[in-house]
């Protein structure tokens, strides 16, 4: 029988996704699988990218999700603001905001 792990994650105060994601890689979660597991999902127009960063003494890594140049559009309107949603890079306007029920359906829509 095969060993599992059990990861429990306490996110009720929030989770940063790409701390998260590298967190899992530093843990031994492989790029290519995640990035494999990601096709499944009906979303496009985004490259990821892992890379190691040293910090003085302390290494750790670096997770990114960017879009393509491609998929960046325009806003037809002036960009919105969140007062609990602060935009780290002003250069991803335009990008679609999803709901917890948007994730989920992308997420049935991706299975077998």
Do not use: C
Request: glycine letters at 8%.
């Amino acid at each position: 029988m095969a060993s599992q792990t059990l990861l429990f994650v306490d996110a009720s105060e929030g989770l940063a996704g790409d701390m998260f994601v590298a967190g899992l890689i530093d843990l031994g979660a492989n790029l290519e699988e995640i990035q494999a597991q990601l096709k499944g999902l009906d979303l496009d127009g985004y490259r990821i990218e892992s890379r190691e960063v040293q910090r003085g003494a302390f290494r750790a890594l670096h997770f990114k999700v960017t879009p393509d140049s491609s998929a960046v559009e325009e806003p037809s309107t002036p960009h919105h603001k969140h007062p609990l949603h602060a935009h780290a890079e002003p250069s991803f306007p335009g990008h679609p905001h999803r709901s917890w029920t948007d994730i989920r359906e992308l997420l049935e829509r991706s299975r077998p």
